[in-house]
């Protein structure tokens, strides 16, 4: 029998259920031993890393691979337990001030009698003045799925870079960090409350400054590793702030309590209506800047593509299981504050969809222009984190997930391709460096083409389900047969268009450039080993196949019990979650967005396979655009491309105007403060103790001291002198003192008696 937790007591307040347990699956409950391996490693291979065979990577795929199959059976038992739950239909109860947050929770369908799906587990750090510090861990849905998405992605990238990063000079302090990467990602998902989560928060941006800075001799990547580092800070604070923030709103929300942090306790309050709106819509905008930051969303996207100067198993690590997705699975996680904060049910726009849906748009264009192949990589995963910021901003919570889901492989996939590639031609300057590669690498070129086709969202591999459900979750696909939803965000819907279409221009560019054509480079590219093409046709296959686990209720193929089974295990039904709405699926907007991405190929195939291909031969060599292109054609594509190639001129914005403009009247203020507050006070200090020395020697040593001295000197030598003159040495001189003696003896005895 479970007991009932039990938070505060009342006799007028409210119970509100949370659908939390502490009993469940014994791996469920303890799942902190995932997160505590990679940390171990980090340990292990940091003190002895240098004396194993293999430098320490073998204890690094070693533990993520342990990881990896705990999370493999907490996912198993996480099914049984959603599926076949036989404990006490417990609840935690939260009592709070007012009583009409009962008939509000009720309304939201949170009320009492849920069922305790989410696994609790906490341990008292320590207490004072009344307020409680835990740490422990919450398992639910979306916890299980990235537990599985981290693991098993980070795996893929320990075992590919042992023969990327083979005979590097800090192969050790790599893999290293590595693993403490990893270890700071899964703690992040697993935490129980929100001063937990920042520290992992903010360990996840530690890691990604380190390995971003890998290779530091070389000024580029010291500088992007401190632009990630100083870009993420900003964000930051606006996590700590609305952290602090939600404390004490939830605080006041409950008896006999100063605040809390409990992530379960604050999505619950905000849900049932016991928080302040004005409270929820700073606290929402306060942690949302730590999303624009930590997730690339516009217009702090920019450290995003420079961050490619680390090592490609870094950033395929960072864009497709870590540090980027941190963001979107902080949102997910406070849904129940960002849904009451921006009144996400039921609006037709609001400031987390648009920014979601404007930097789809942004990063999609910036990709066109790039000749880094990893940074066509950057901008599109800037691109794809705003579809799921902007799926999370109309409501549709679970496509927002299954989009990370699926992303998270195709992209990892698509990096590694990157890395393969610039392993055999040692650059990864498309124009400049590739070209015809198809023929010298097989697996490379065909797991990256699966990548893509999936990137590009078309059927019937992973990206198309989980990009069709986000547009269908924007409701506002009425004129195409939809219905449901949170709300007509039809804005939302054309900016989701319109970025299915570039997303298959861009990549089909991508391709052409790299695997199409002549060779450009110099050399003879080859093929990689296997540590690097295995992977590859592991997530390569995932890209197939993920979409699957998913699929839209009515789907004629497969039965009914076989549809949208991902939303059944991930999207948490206890009650600190928000009661959404789910779109209804729609086969006419299916087709459409299908057409549009078909499209988008159709275009950028045309400009590059018939008429680049057809100016190449002519020219008899490999050309990459067209002499005569648009750009030289129209001006206003000219001015167009030359805000691309100046990313909106953001960077220019930042480091002239902001950087520059700030740091000149500081350096300038700080000179005047250093030379007339701090050396003037330095040097009046200084003279001012000459002259009490001066004084003191003068006065002090001079006339007191040595006065004293010499006049005890002088004194002593005039008694000596007296005395000596007494000392003659002559026998009636002793008798006469004698007797002046006894006679002045006589004298005062008579006195006295």
Known sequence: MTELLTIAASTDGGGLALGITEGGNWFLRNVWLIPLLPALSFVGILF????????????????????????????AAWVDHRDDYHGEE????????????????????????????????????????????TVG?????????????????????????????????????????????????????????????LCAWELVGVCSFVLIGHWWEEKPNSDAALKAFLTNRVGDMGLLVGVTVLFFAVGSALPDRFGSFSIAETNALASSGALPHTTLLIASCCLMAAVISKSGQFFLHTWLPDAMAGPTPVSALIHAATMVVAGVFMIARMYGVFFEGFQIGGSSINLMAFIGGLTTIVGACLAFVQRDIKKVLAYSTISQLGYMVMALGVGAWTAAMFHLFTHAFFKACLFLGSGSVSHAVHSFDMKSDMGGLRKHMPHTYRTFMIGTVALAGLPPLAGFWSKDEILVGTGGWGLLGGTGGNGAYTLMLGMGMLTAALTAAYMTRCVYLTFFGEFRGHGQPHESGPRITVPLWIL???????????????????????????????????????????GTPSWSLAVVSTLVV????????????????????????????????PTTKYPLARMGHTLLANKYYLDHLYNEVVVDGTKGPVARFAYRINQQVIDRTVDLVGETAVKAGVVVYEKVDQLVVDGAVNASGSASSATGEELRKINSGKVQSYAAILFAAATVLAGVLIVIV
Do not use: C
Request: aromatic fraction near 10%; hydrophobic fraction near 50%.
């Open 48 to 75: 002895f890393g240098k004396r194993m065979p293999r430098g320490g990577s073998e204890l690094g795929v070693a533990t993520l691979g342990i990881a990896f199959l705990l999370a493999v059976v907490t996912g």
């Open 90 to 133: 417990v609840h935690r109860a939260v009592v709070v001030h007012d009583a009409h947050a009962d008939a509000h929770a009720d309304d939201h369908g949170v009320g009492h009698g849920h069922p305790s799906l989410a696994v609790h587990r906490t341990a008292t750090w320590f207490q004072t003045n009344g307020v409680e510090f």
């Open 137 to 197: 861990t919450l398992v639910d849905g979306p916890a299980v799925m990235m537990l599985l998405v981290v693991t098993l992605v980070s795996l893929l990238v320990h075992v590919y870079s042992t023969d990327y990063v083979h005979g590097d000079r800090r192969y050790t302090h790599f893999f290293a960090f590595l693993s403490l990467f990893s270890a700071s990602m899964l703690l992040l998902v697993v935490s129980e409350n929100t001063l937990q989560l």
């Open 540 to 582: 390569a296959g995932l890209a197939v196949v993920a979409g699957f686990v998913n699929l839209p209720k009515g789907f004629q193929m497969v039965p009914g019990s076989l549809q949208e089974r991902f939303g059944h295990f991930v999207e948490p039904v206890a009650g600190y979650f928000p009661t959404i709405s789910h």
């Open 598 to 629: 078909v499209g988008g190929i159709a275009a950028a195939g045309w400009y590059y396979f018939v008429k680049v291909e057809a100016a190449s031969k002519v020219a008899g060599t490999s050309l990459t655009e067209l002499p005569d292109g």
